[in-house]
């Protein structure tokens, strides 16, 4: 067995000695310690070789020298941190640039003229990309243009684009439907339909005061219309017409609606010569003067209302004269004229009169009530003077 050694024990042996005072010199001063602490520790080492001793080392820098430069790499670091990162954009390096050739670049390599003539000059990709860009275009463009051709003839050649229903809403009008049904708008291509010079003809119409159309694809439009109304029956020796407030000659009536309907005026102007409305005949579609259609409206909403003459017939003479202050050329114009029940009749001028038809119906109301106050026979009234009437008694 061997024998176990004993180790002899470590001893630390520490010298502790007194501090110079503040502003001696000597060993306060840190170097003047640290040669003092070596030496010792040597005589101590070659006194004791073989023992094992614990060393305490001071350090050679101060820690609280130690402890402010880190702070301060610390403060350096935070300040680099906050300042604004600068981008440098990297250029490859070039011979131009460095003087140098680049370790990147591969050496040029020298060869002789008969080595090229052997070798095919290779075609650069870009122009081979540029010619299969171009011809892939024109292949496009001719693609779409065939396709164009195909699709236009198919639109305006096939059955499916054709009209074969029209439909007129707006009127129950059965003649006007089919009027309108008969203008030739079935068969055509809906495409080829021209829309505004259809509206022209159906406007055209006198019944029609206004149309629209609209298409309903592929093979269907639709015509919506609004109907004249007639607002006074015009009777001459041709016949009788419905007109509406504008002056349009609506349609000839049968001479049972005209004698049902009370706002008839009858046109007595050259009945005898066979013509209508201020020596013209009347049509369906013709325009008389607004004015007079509508001075004749309120004579006949003011007479029953203001001067109590409710049974009546109002007539109208275009060849008498309506202001005997003007005889010239121009000065020929109609009168509307009352035939009253009672025997008398009234001439009421025209819209042209500087007195207002509700001053002459007034007149012709105080008048009526001075004769029926004083027992006249009125046989004429005329109100056509302003505010001078006249009338004449029954002998």
């Known amino acids: 067995?061997?024998?176990?050694?004993?180790?002899?024990?470590?001893?630390?042996?520490?010298?502790?000695?007194?501090?110079?005072?503040?502003?001696?010199?000597?060993?306060?001063?840190?170097?003047?310690?640290?040669?003092a602490n070596k030496e010792d520790i040597q005589k101590e080492q070659r006194a004791t070789p073989r023992a094992a001793q614990r060393v305490v080392t001071i350090p050679e820098a101060d820690p609280a020298v130690a402890w402010n430069t880190f702070a301060q790499?610390?403060?350096?670091?935070?300040?680099?941190?906050?300042?604004?990162?600068?981008?440098?954009?990297?250029?490859?390096?070039?011979?131009?640039?460095?003087?140098?050739?680049?370790?990147?670049?591969?050496?040029?390599?020298?060869?002789?003229?008969?080595?090229?003539?052997?070798?095919?000059?290779?075609?650069?990709?870009?122009?081979?990309r540029a010619r299969r860009g171009f011809f892939w275009k024109l292949l496009s463009l001719l693609m779409g243009a065939v396709v164009l051709v195909l699709a236009?003839?198919?639109?305006?050649?096939?059955?499916?684009?054709?009209?074969?229903?029209?439909?007129v809403v707006g009127t129950h009008n059965d003649a006007l439907i089919r009027e309108i049904q008969a203008m030739g708008m079935q068969g055509q291509n809906i495409f080829l339909l021209n829309v505004e010079a259809l509206t022209e003809r159906i406007n055209a119409i006198p019944r029609v005061a206004s149309a629209s159309l609209s298409k309903q694809w592929p093979n269907q439009i639709t015509i919506t219309i609004t109907e004249r109304v007639p607002a006074l029956l015009w009777q001459t020796a041709n016949g009788t017409y419905s007109v509406d407030d504008q002056g349009v000659v609506i349609a000839p009536?049968?001479?049972?609606?005209?004698?049902?309907?009370?706002?008839?005026?009858?046109?007595?102007?050259?009945?005898?010569?066979?013509?209508?409305?201020?020596?013209?005949?009347?049509?369906?579609?013709?325009?008389?003067?607004?004015?007079?259609i509508a001075f004749a409206i309120?004579?006949?909403?003011?007479?029953?209302?203001?001067?109590?003459?409710?049974?009546?017939?109002?007539?109208y003479d275009g060849t008498i004269y309506a202001n005997t202050t003007n005889n010239g050329a121009g000065a020929l114009q109609g009168s509307y004229i009352v035939e009253s029940q009672d025997g008398w009749t009234a001439y009421l001028g025209g819209p042209n009169d500087a007195n207002p038809l509700e001053n002459r119906v007034i007149e012709l109301q105080q008048i009526l009530a001075l004769a029926h106050k004083q027992q006249l026979d009125l046989a004429t009234i005329d109100l056509r003077y302003g505010l001078h009437p006249v009338y004449t008694l029954k002998s």
Do not use: C, W
Request: charged share 25%; glycine share 8%; proline share 5%.
């Open 152 to 167: 236009t003839s198919f639109a305006f050649t096939s059955n499916a684009f054709r009209i074969e229903q029209v439909n």
């Open 253 to 292: 009536v049968s001479p049972g609606a005209a004698s049902n309907n009370v706002m008839t005026v009858v046109d007595m102007s050259g009945q005898d010569k066979e013509k209508g409305n201020m020596g013209e005949r009347l049509y369906a579609g013709m325009h008389l003067n607004s004015a007079d």
């Open 73 to 128: 790499r610390q403060e350096q670091r935070r300040r680099a941190r906050a300042q604004p990162q600068k981008y440098v954009t990297r250029v490859q390096r070039s011979q131009a640039r460095t003087g140098a050739r680049s370790g990147r670049r591969s050496r040029l390599v020298r060869r002789s003229l008969a080595s090229y003539q052997s070798v095919p000059i290779p075609v650069r990709s870009g122009r081979r």
């Open 1 to 35: 067995m061997t024998e176990k050694r004993r180790i002899p024990e470590q001893i630390a042996s520490h010298t502790y000695k007194r501090q110079a005072p503040v502003g001696t010199v000597g060993m306060a001063h840190p170097i003047a310690r640290r040669e």
């Open 298 to 315: 309120a004579a006949f909403k003011l007479l029953p209302r203001m001067a109590g003459v409710s049974a009546f017939k109002l007539g």
